[in-house]
């Protein structure tokens, strides 16, 4: 095929969002600056689409982000305007500090800004003259975190242009004041708000002493929005660090202080969340203070704080967690059943709990019962038959659970739970259920074999097992 014929399917995957074909497109040698029937290149395209799987496919394979177009912009320039940080970070490309000139970083910057200080639906305002208030909806902007959409004059922009600016802040090694960034992230108070965790990540990425210091000392702040940040900053970076970490014990130290002082609920409940990946010896106890907290934000939190890796549950610790599993709010039985499942010593008392979670009213609390029922060791006929009963959930993970605990205890109803489960298609390669589904099949194939009888064939034609 010619290579106008290549460039045709580039401009097809890429409208059509596949990644995939985009990526095999290049591979095949296509122009990765193609453009299409409108002279735009395929990045704008992408960029338009808000595809950032796309966009990073192009940009991964040579499309310039930096290319000067007609109308005087570039694609970078174009996500920017977007106001996707899910956009920009596909679209910004390696060492743009080093790619770009300071001009080109500058103005970038001041787009960025504009947007931010003015905001999305006046900005639009500005520019389409549209009367009218603007229809804004919230979506997701990456895999992750979520955003506003804002419409307005036939226009389309995300609201993420606080994020943007603090991306290319850090992109360009600009480094804003903490009590700026601080500032930004309280704007976004949700926990998935694509604004406030582009604060946290370059916060993050910032190891310096007196950047964690300056953060670190918001703990003390009198307004509960800023201990918020703070706390998520101290979560975020216990549960990326690799192995011991800069600041790791001064950490801990402080947040058992926090938790032992924090007041507003919502903050000690990020508090807990936090101090729970510290292994601290005061961990139990300050978590057993909380186990009757009257905010059940703050009680689902206690689970999590009561484990800590390699030690044993106190009588006191399990007490707690037997009666978390019988809270009023799911949230909170869900936490609890999750760490009772993660036990070693799965006492008759503990496998009545869960066996009662996992007829719970609520869908979660059940697939939570069945991911922890399918681990145990108990191999009593009453588990076997609550996961048999499992097996009627319309969530097909719970399903597939359910299977794979009745496989574990090669249960002879595990070739009836096979075909419940249903067909699971791509993306279960390397999941240690279906490969405990399949050691389960090619178990009775042999026994069959042996015994040169007619082997199962529904068991193993009933779910599709990736290769």
Same mark, same amino acid.
């Given at each position: 095929m010619g290579k106008g014929g290549l460039d045709g399917q580039l401009v097809s995957a890429v409208r059509a969002g596949d990644a995939g074909a985009v990526r095999s497109l290049l591979k095949s040698g296509t122009?990765?600056?193609?453009?299409?029937a409108t002279g735009l290149?395929?990045?704008?395209?992408?960029?338009?689409?808000?595809?950032?799987?796309?966009?990073?496919?192009?940009?991964?394979?040579?499309?310039?982000?930096d290319r000067l177009l007609p109308d005087g912009t570039t694609p970078l320039w174009r996500?920017?305007? @977007?106001?996707?940080p899910a956009i920009v970070s596909a679209v910004l490309g390696d060492e743009p500090r080093l790619r770009l000139s300071e001009a080109s970083r500058e103005r970038l910057l001041v787009l960025a800004r504009n947007w931010y200080e003015t905001g999305a639906a006046?900005?639009?305002?500005?520019?389409?003259?549209?009367p009218g208030p603007a229809e804004t909806v919230r979506v997701q902007d990456d895999d992750?975190?979520?955003?506003?959409?804002?419409?307005?004059?036939?226009?389309?922009?995300?609201? @993420?242009?606080?994020?943007?600016?603090?991306?290319?802040?850090?992109?360009?090694?600009?480094?804003? !004041?903490?009590?700026?960034?601080?500032?930004?992230?309280?704007?976004? !108070?949700a926990d998935d708000d694509v604004n406030a965790w582009a604060v946290h990540h370059v916060l993050i990425q910032r190891r310096s002493t007196e950047t964690?210091?300056?953060?670190?000392?918001?703990?003390?702040?009198?307004? !509960?929005?800023?201990?918020?940040?703070?706390?998520?900053?101290?979560?975020?970076?216990?549960?990326?660090?690799?192995?011991?970490?800069?600041?790791?014990?001064?950490?801990?130290?402080?947040?058992? @202080?926090?938790?032992?002082?924090e007041t507003d609920s919502e903050v000690l409940a990020q508090v807990l969340a936090a101090f729970s990946e510290h292994g601290h010896p005061e961990q139990e106890a300050i978590a057993l203070r909380y186990a009757d907290h009257p905010d059940p934000r703050v009680r689902r939190r206690v689970p999590d704080t009561l484990h800590v890796e390699g030690a044993a549950h106190t009588p006191a610790a399990t007490a707690a967690l037997l009666t978390l599993a019988q809270d009023p709010v799911a949230a909170v039985r869900s936490s609890a059943c999750t760490m009772l499942g993660v036990r070693d010593d799965h006492t008759p008392e503990i496998v009545r709990a869960l066996l009662r979670l996992a007829q719970d009213p609520d869908a979660q609390v059940r697939a939570t019962a069945a991911v922890a029922l399918a681990a145990s060791r108990d191999r009593t006929p009453a588990v076997a038959d609550a996961l048999v009963a499992l097996l009627a959930e319309d969530d097909r993970i719970v399903r597939l659970e359910a299977a794979y605990g009745l496989a574990r205890r090669d249960d002879p109803r595990t070739g009836e739970a096979i075909e419940r489960v249903g067909p699971l298609g791509p993306g279960f390669e390397h999941d240690h259920r279906v490969s405990g589904l399949?050691?389960?099949?090619?178990?009775?194939?042999?026994?069959?074999?042996?015994?040169?009888?007619? !082997?199962?064939?529904?068991?193993?034609e009933a779910l599709y097992f990736p290769k």
């Amino acid at each position: 095929m010619g290579k106008g014929g290549l460039d045709g399917q580039l401009v097809s995957a890429v409208r059509a969002g596949d990644a995939g074909a985009v990526r095999s497109l290049l591979k095949s040698g296509t122009d990765p600056d193609t453009v299409d029937a409108t002279g735009l290149p395929v990045l704008c395209v992408a960029v338009a689409a808000y595809d950032e799987h796309v966009a990073g496919a192009l940009v991964e394979g040579g499309a310039d982000p930096d290319r000067l177009l007609p109308d005087g912009t570039t694609p970078l320039w174009r996500a920017v305007d @977007g106001g996707s940080p899910a956009i920009v970070s596909a679209v910004l490309g390696d060492e743009p500090r080093l790619r770009l000139s300071e001009a080109s970083r500058e103005r970038l910057l001041v787009l960025a800004r504009n947007w931010y200080e003015t905001g999305a639906a006046e900005q639009l305002r500005r520019r389409t003259r549209a009367p009218g208030p603007a229809e804004t909806v919230r979506v997701q902007d990456d895999d992750v975190d979520r955003v506003d959409q804002v419409s307005l004059g036939g226009l389309v922009v995300r609201a @993420g242009h606080s994020a943007v600016l603090t991306l290319l802040e850090w992109a360009f090694r600009v480094l804003t !004041p903490v009590d700026e960034l601080i500032a930004r992230a309280v704007e976004h !108070p949700a926990d998935d708000d694509v604004n406030a965790w582009a604060v946290h990540h370059v916060l993050i990425q910032r190891r310096s002493t007196e950047t964690w210091s300056a953060v670190v000392a918001l703990r003390h702040h009198p307004a !509960p929005a800023q201990r918020l940040v703070t706390a998520r900053y101290l979560w975020t970076r216990a549960i990326v660090r690799c192995g011991p970490g800069h600041h790791e014990k001064e950490e801990g130290e402080l947040l058992a @202080g926090w938790a032992a002082e924090e007041t507003d609920s919502e903050v000690l409940a990020q508090v807990l969340a936090a101090f729970s990946e510290h292994g601290h010896p005061e961990q139990e106890a300050i978590a057993l203070r909380y186990a009757d907290h009257p905010d059940p934000r703050v009680r689902r939190r206690v689970p999590d704080t009561l484990h800590v890796e390699g030690a044993a549950h106190t009588p006191a610790a399990t007490a707690a967690l037997l009666t978390l599993a019988q809270d009023p709010v799911a949230a909170v039985r869900s936490s609890a059943c999750t760490m009772l499942g993660v036990r070693d010593d799965h006492t008759p008392e503990i496998v009545r709990a869960l066996l009662r979670l996992a007829q719970d009213p609520d869908a979660q609390v059940r697939a939570t019962a069945a991911v922890a029922l399918a681990a145990s060791r108990d191999r009593t006929p009453a588990v076997a038959d609550a996961l048999v009963a499992l097996l009627a959930e319309d969530d097909r993970i719970v399903r597939l659970e359910a299977a794979y605990g009745l496989a574990r205890r090669d249960d002879p109803r595990t070739g009836e739970a096979i075909e419940r489960v249903g067909p699971l298609g791509p993306g279960f390669e390397h999941d240690h259920r279906v490969s405990g589904l399949w050691q389960w099949v090619r178990r009775q194939e042999d026994s069959a074999a042996a015994r040169q009888t007619k !082997p199962m064939p529904t068991a193993s034609e009933a779910l599709y097992f990736p290769k």
